[in-house]
């Protein structure tokens, strides 16, 4: 299993940016997946899930109205639109698919600041 995700950068307050996450070793239409973040010298935090068909989407309260989940189950890709940006959203980003019960995949991560 591998995913790789891309996207990330500086970007100003109030501005956007479109996260992508490419995922490959797995069936990717049969299974959630679930962006986190992680700002600095903080604990790792789920920030939109989205489920395999990409019917159904679910978003930590602060991101809502701001940030949308999407997935393109042809090109094995799933995306974070993110926009009106905080300096609070300043993370490291990453993507994640759990298998089964015991077994999830983390990528490596894209850098997200978000300074004036």
Same mark, same amino acid.
């Given at each position: 299993v591998q995913l790789v995700e891309s996207g990330g950068g500086l970007v100003q307050p109030g501005g956007s940016l479109r996260l992508s996450c490419a995922a490959s070793g797995f069936t990717f239409s049969s299974y959630a997946m679930t962006w986190y973040r992680q700002p600095p010298g903080k604990e790792r935090?789920?920030?939109?899930? $989205?489920? /395999?068909?990409?019917?159904?989407? =679910?978003?930590?309260?602060?991101?809502?109205?701001?940030? $949308?989940? /999407?997935?393109?189950?042809?090109? =094995?890709?799933?995306?974070l639109q993110m926009n009106s940006l905080k300096p609070e959203d300043t993370a490291v980003y990453y993507c994640n698919v759990k298998v089964s019960l015991l077994r999830s995949y983390w990528g490596q991560g894209t850098q997200v600041t978000v300074s004036s």
């Open positions: 935090e789920l920030v939109a899930t $989205i489920s /395999s068909t990409g019917l159904n989407t =679910n978003y930590a309260d602060s991101v809502k109205g701001r940030f $949308i989940i /999407s997935r393109d189950n042809a090109k =094995n890709t799933v995306f």
